[in-house]
């Protein structure tokens, strides 16, 4: 890990809430677990007391032997993703992050392979990858290793075989099924549908299989895509009343009165409406009934996601996400609109947390919400009242981002010093459990805005900090109705604590620099704007950082950090951004 990963790694996780000790940890793996409700964590203690059984011969011939017919459609519809992994995949290198085996064998548990890398090659991501070249090589390439994963994998496997990678590998052979032209090879086609279908019968059998959350409306939908498309399945008409009666389920507990996600994630939204457009195609395509709650909850996620969207047409920073989805975001919101759902632009999630503010050519999207509860929280970060700021199509003030696959960045882009946020003696505002979510967050999250002529007020405040320091922190953000200034006043009320940290974490493209007086700072946009920074109330500084929302990458940046000491009941810092000569 590169040394300017140090400014982020100083915020651990948060400490004991009632005097100066550390409460003692379980194991970590334990620490995390038991965090679960109790109804969620039953089903997964469940989960593992019926791998035995899984794993028998008896149970193994009980799963059918079926593989003749063809696919009832073909789906058409696929999402951009990027090809250039698949070069390497055609060369016998598999590498999936930091992770790099060449011509692994056998496929599912190689020599070397991390549990990671295991999982990547049973999602069938790569699949995406190389449909996405849509050559003829790439072709013959993914068919022979479909088929020999599925012939390594054909007994049950507690990894390969788990409910959410099963469901993720389901619904990518059928989703690319045009690719690997299955209607069109017989013989590929009989060594194809028979493990697909076998597979699909122990889905249906074992959920919900201790899946929580989106993992859960993904395994239905793949449940649903398996009754609508495999052929002459005797289990078709039982997989599709099972994934749908679990889909109407789960869609009426997990997309808010607002039309955003429980889980407060971006990429899980975008993923998830991806997910549902899916089957909205394939039971039109197949002449289904296309329940009510698809298509509703379809476009209230549309909705949801372009609040959380920048003019780039690019995701926000939250939560797991990263700006690389352009053209998928570009591409799902314009889908979702073909299906004729009533489109309509919000400002605001009050139930999901995220609010939007938007003059001229600026946008500002703040995280203003409570995390989500436990056993949802696999996404979280401890990021409450950080926001980001752009004007035009370009990025100015951002979040770190999030490495979708390196473990070793997992802690450091979850803390809250990886955001746009006030840290207060380098704690986070939720303590960060070791193997993903949270606990002992911020239990009130309290949101007004006010539009007036002048501009855009949006007054929030969380109690994070409030039983181990005594404080609560209150941001004020201001946007003129031009656009061209941002007014932030943070206030810390209470005296514990000895130290804030206030961070504007800076976009790559940015350049920055100080002025003589250390209280303010000049950046300048790639298309030539400039902005200044100025502050009151602490000390203004400017540090190195890192930028993990593009492909996967750790880019070097700079952040923009505001230092002082918390002496008094109150406790203020008040900053301007502003537009430079005042043109748009």
């Not at 109407?248 to 997990?254: C, F, I, K, S, T």
Request: aromatic fraction near 6%; glycine fraction near 8%.
């Amino acid at each position: 890990m590169t040394a300017l990963a140090e400014p982020l790694r100083k915020a651990p996780p948060h400490k004991a809430r009632r005097g100066n000790r550390r409460p003692k940890l379980l194991a970590p793996r334990l620490q995390t677990l038991f965090a679960l409700p109790p109804a969620l964590l039953t089903q997964r203690i469940l989960q593992r007391l019926m791998q035995p059984l899984y794993r028998s011969r008896l149970y193994a011939s009980t799963l059918g032997k079926r593989s003749s017919g063809e696919l009832a459609a073909v789906p058409t519809d696929t999402w951009p993703v990027d090809p250039r992994p698949g070069l390497a995949l055609l060369t016998g290198e598999f590498r999936f992050g930091a992770d790099v085996l060449r011509n692994p064998k056998p496929l599912h548990n190689p020599l070397g392979a991390t549990e990671r890398w295991r999982r990547q090659m049973a999602s069938f991501a790569w699949l995406d990858t190389l449909r996405a070249m849509g050559s003829a090589p790439a072709r013959q390439f993914a068919r022979h290793v479909v088929l020999a994963w599925f012939a390594d994998t054909a007994a049950y496997d507690s990894l390969s075989w788990s409910s959410d990678l099963l469901s993720a590998r389901l619904r990518r052979c059928l989703m690319n099924s045009a690719f690997l032209e299955t209607n069109s090879d017989a013989l590929f086609r009989a060594h194809l549908l028979r493990p697909l279908n076998r597979q699909a019968e122990h889905l249906a059998r074992v959920l919900p299989d201790g899946l929580n959350g989106a993992a859960l409306l993904k395994a239905s939908i793949a449940l649903m895509l398996a009754g609508a498309l495999l052929p002459g399945s005797k289990g078709g008409d039982k997989w599709l009343r099972k994934g749908g009666a679990l889909l109407d389920r789960e869609l009426h507990a997990q997309i808010l009165a607002d039309g955003g996600h429980v889980e407060r994630s971006p990429a899980v939204m975008l993923d998830l409406l991806q997910h549902l457009l899916d089957l909205h195609h394939v039971l039109s395509l197949t002449g289904r009934k296309l329940p009510n709650q698809l298509i509703s909850s379809i476009g209230n996620l549309a909705c949801a996601l372009k609040l959380v969207t920048h003019p780039d047409g690019a995701l926000a920073l939250f939560n797991d996400s990263t700006e690389d989805e352009s053209s998928a975001v570009i591409m799902t919101l314009m889908r979702a609109g073909a299906t004729g759902v009533v489109e309509r632009d919000l400002i605001q999630l009050p139930q999901t947390g995220f609010h939007r503010m938007a003059a001229g050519r600026s946008v500002l999207i703040s995280d203003a919400g409570a995390p989500p509860p436990h056993g949802l929280d696999g996404h979280a970060h401890a990021g409450t009242l950080s926001f980001e700021f752009s004007h035009g199509m370009e990025r100015m003030i951002v979040n770190c981002g999030a490495h979708p696959i390196a473990e070793e960045w997992r802690q450091v882009q979850r803390a809250t010093a990886a955001h746009s946020a006030l840290v207060v003696d380098d704690t986070n505002s939720s303590m960060l459990l070791p193997f993903g979510g949270l606990a002992l967050t911020p239990r009130s999250v309290v949101v007004r805005r006010e539009q007036t002529e002048a501009g855009q007020w949006l007054d929030a405040r969380h109690n994070g900090y409030e039983e181990p320091f005594g404080l609560t922190h209150r941001r004020r953000l201001f946007l003129t109705a031009d656009g061209l200034e941002l007014i932030g006043e943070e206030t810390l009320n209470g005296r514990g604590g000895k130290t804030f940290t206030l961070r504007f974490h800076l976009h790559p493209a940015v350049q920055v620099s100080m002025t003589q007086s250390s209280h303010a700072a000049l950046l300048k946009l790639p298309q030539g704007g400039g902005w200044r920074l100025r502050v009151q109330g602490g000390e203004l500084s400017l540090a190195d950082s890192i930028y993990l929302g593009q492909s996967s990458m750790v880019r070097r940046t700079q952040q923009l950090v505001v230092q002082g000491v918390i002496e008094d009941d109150t406790t203020q810092v008040k900053w301007a951004l502003q537009k430079e000569g005042g043109k748009r």
